[in-house]
């Protein structure tokens, strides 16, 4: 495993990567259908040390990962740690046991040797698999024209019934969080029982009585008050208390969660039998007469989504962005407990807003996918009132094919992406309008909504607007239009529809000049919130900035508006805020407002004491806010992609953007997990040099920028202690093209400024 260690040598501060130990040697990280665990197995939800070679000897309920599809597709990282290395040729064998294959034998595929550097996605074409059937693969590669060895075999299973398409998903998972007798003593008769961070889960005690008909209350909660979980915390913050009848004897007792009207109502995701009704809770108060000496242990079983705490790490100078940075990939865990992306606890219901900033999070924080598109795919079918939610299925689709380079959730659901661009609201001068006459029958069936009124939202709740001002012709719904009339001429591209692709384009650039001319306000430099108001408010201007529909001469007029209204949008609005920012280039204000202590800030979230990212800002700005949303934790997503810089340009992390943006961030390291390996990125930032050191996985091409001040006019640019060639300048950055994988280490000088000092 690739870790990032900061250490400091002769009085500096220097960033060191220790990598795997191999030159080269054969691919791992082995995917069937994005899902890399595909031969665990868990009992009750709880793992196992089975594998599924020994699923049909065992009775007891069992859970594990099945293949849905005829076709499966297998995916494997590169191993080879030598500089520049690029997969040339592979060969993938299939058989229907592991004996037959480790004796070279296999007779359901062998792919033979097959020229190109595709590690991600190369789809099965052997005989005809069957369901409910382990089978067995395995993989080898040549890298740079040089064999390397087998890959270790992994199994899968396929389903009971076999269809073209279907993403398949991990069971959800239990882990144990044992206390013991390391609870607080409150009262002669009150103990309370702290696990450290809250999570969704069941609460589990052994007691012990030696009288008839004896009772304790059991109480949970995610705050306290005065030392005690608060009885009535406000808001959707969770308060439960339960009367337990004790035996006699020593006797471990499950508490009984019961279900709430308010999150199993019909448009709910549910919980698994095999799961049970979960809870989010930290404390657990437990209280009975002598409770100190009934009290034997108490545990908590936490329940997620299957995640590796170890796949993302980030360590920084400032110590309340690195808080940040915990709380927000501690959110995107915890809130995984149903299986599906959902709205924290108050409703459990999917939405496409909670969705795009989850998926984005969990890219960076997890090696995993097949969750986000589980969830994207449920949403193309349930989809939710907001018009601009609509339209994000067409976003969250291009970022699933960006990071996973699997085109086959596109090539299924593409007519389907196309009807939610809405362009059936567009009229002859290519705007969006949501009035009724054009909300008919039909437009609500082909974009899969029921029971609900296609709406305009801009932001929630209704008070994070800015004071917007709704018109026909809105700009925030026609941004999110034009983004996705661009998205789908890639997508178009992507599956070789290329007259579609062409005629996407043009329509997009048609619609910026139209959106430009009717929107952008030339004599203040902004845009207005619609055709017939003059009112500006930071959706109407940071929603045309992070969806590039504002041009290179605009942007420091809408940035400086935009930095005059602070942080005045949800949390929810803060992704596209920040994402508008730095692709502007203004990482300081973007630091400021990811470091900042007032009150609409993540650092209030841990100030308030939660250990999951709220719903909103503070109970102020909603009244039924939760303390376990998702959709509060983008800069689990916004620290890795545009502070440290690491984006996808090509789909499957082919080739890859290293920019980062560390305004007075004096150091920082990062290693982001990929589907084709970790990238590691760290960087030392000082007034007079600017150090820069990136591991890039094997397979793996990246354009570096590296950033200049944009007084300096003189520099001298060193690759590991070697003078580079003459970089293209762009704006406040040197770019170094399609850098190969390996270990690089840039210096940058800076000699003199403007001034010639």
């Known amino acids: 495993m690739k870790k990032i260690l900061l250490s400091i040598l002769t009085g500096t501060i220097g960033y060191c990567f220790i990598c795997h130990s191999v030159y080269s040697a054969s691919p791992t990280r082995l995917m069937t259908d994005l899902i890399e665990y595909t031969e665990r197995v868990w009992m009750n939800g709880y793992p196992s040390q089975l594998s599924i070679d020994y699923v049909g000897k065992v009775i007891e309920p069992m859970q594990r990962v099945l293949i849905f599809t005829q076709q499966p597709q297998f995916g494997w990282q590169v191993n080879d740690t030598r500089e520049d290395v690029v997969q040339t040729a592979w060969r993938i064998q299939v058989a229907s046991s592991r004996k037959l294959l480790e004796t070279g034998v296999a007779d359901m595929w062998d792919s033979g040797r097959q020229s190109g550097n595709n590690s991600i996605a190369q789809q099965y074409k052997g005989r005809t698999l069957r369901p409910s059937t382990i089978y067995y693969w395995r993989v080898m590669t040549w890298n740079d024209g040089d064999a390397q060895d087998w890959s270790a075999v992994k199994a899968f299973q396929t389903a009971d019934t076999l269809v073209k398409y279907k993403t398949p998903y991990y069971p959800l998972e239990k882990t144990v969080q044992t206390v013991g007798k390391s609870v607080q003593q409150i009262s002669e008769d009150t103990v309370l029982v702290d696990f450290g961070k809250a999570a969704f889960g069941q609460i589990c005690l052994t007691l012990t009585s030696k009288q008839r008909e004896d009772t304790v209350t059991v109480r949970l909660g995610e705050c306290l008050r005065n030392s005690r979980i608060d009885p009535t915390p406000g808001g959707s913050r969770r308060f439960l208390s339960q009367r337990l009848a004790l035996l006699s004897g020593t006797h471990t007792y499950y508490v009984k969660i019961p279900a709430d009207a308010r999150n199993t109502a019909e448009k709910a995701v549910l919980m698994p039998s095999y799961i049970g009704e979960v809870y989010p809770f930290r404390y657990c108060e437990i209280e009975g007469k002598n409770i100190g000496k009934k009290l034997v242990s108490v545990s908590r079983a936490t329940v997620q989504y299957p995640f590796d705490d170890q796949a993302a790490e980030f360590s920084c100078s400032d110590t309340i962005l690195q808080q940040i940075w915990d709380l927000c990939k501690y959110s995107i865990k915890a809130t995984t407990f149903a299986g599906i992306y959902v709205d924290g606890d108050r ?189 500006q408010s930071i959706h109407g201007n940071m929603f045309p900035l992070a969806f590039g529909l504002t041009g290179s001469e605009q942007i420091p007029s809408v940035v400086q508006f935009i930095r005059s209204r602070g942080m005045a949008c949800s949390v929810y609005g803060s992704q596209f805020l920040l994402d508008a920012l730095y692709d502007a280039e203004a990482a300081d204000y973007a630091l400021e407002l990811l470091t900042s202590k007032d009150k609409r800030s993540w650092y209030n979230m841990l100030r308030a004491g939660s250990t999951i990212t709220l719903e909103a800002w503070d109970n102020q700005y909603k009244s039924n806010q939760d303390w376990n949303h998702a959709w509060g934790a983008a800069p689990a997503n916004l620290i890795p992609r545009k502070l440290m810089g690491i984006e996808p340009i090509m789909p499957g992390f082919e080739k890859i953007r290293i920019k980062p943006q560390p305004a007075v961030l004096k150091e920082a390291s990062i290693k982001l997990p990929t589907i084709r390996g970790d990238v590691c990125v760290g960087f030392q930032n000082q007034p007079e040099q600017f150090c820069l050191h990136i591991d890039i996985p094997a397979n793996v091409l990246a354009d570096v920028y590296i950033p200049v001040p944009s007084g300096v006019k003189q520099y001298d640019l060193t690759l590991n202690g070697n003078p580079v060639v003459p970089a293209l300048r762009e704006g406040n950055f040197l770019k170094i093209p399609s850098v190969g994988s390996g270990s690089k280490y840039f210096v940058i000088k800076y000699l003199k400024n403007e001034t010639g000092h």
């Open 347 to 535: 409703e459990r219901i999917p939405y496409e807003a909670d969705a795009l900033i989850n998926q984005l999070a969990h890219y960076c924080t997890d090696r995993e996918f097949s969750l986000a598109r589980r969830s994207h795919e449920y949403l193309l079918t349930h989809a939710t009132w907001p018009t601009e939610w609509i339209m994000q299925s067409v976003i969250i689709a291009w970022n699933d094919y960006l990071y996973t380079g699997d085109r086959r959730s596109l090539e299924q659901n593409y007519e389907l992406l196309r009807n939610k661009t809405l362009s059936a609201l567009a009229d002859d001068d290519g705007f969006i309008r949501t009035d009724k006459d054009r909300l008919t029958p039909e437009l609500y069936k082909s974009i899969c909504l029921e029971g609900q009124q296609l709406q305009d939202i801009v932001d929630w709740p209704k008070n994070e607007r800015d004071g917007y001002v709704f018109t026909e012709v809105n700009t925030v719904v026609n941004a999110y239009h034009y983004y996705t009339l661009v998205l789908m001429s890639k997508i178009a591209g992507a599956l070789e529809y290329l007259d579609e692709a062409k005629d996407y384009s043009r329509r997009a650039a048609d619609f910026a000049r139209k959106f430009n001319k009717k929107l952008f306000n030339k004599r203040m430099g902004i845009y207005r919130d619609g055709i017939g108001t003059e009112h």
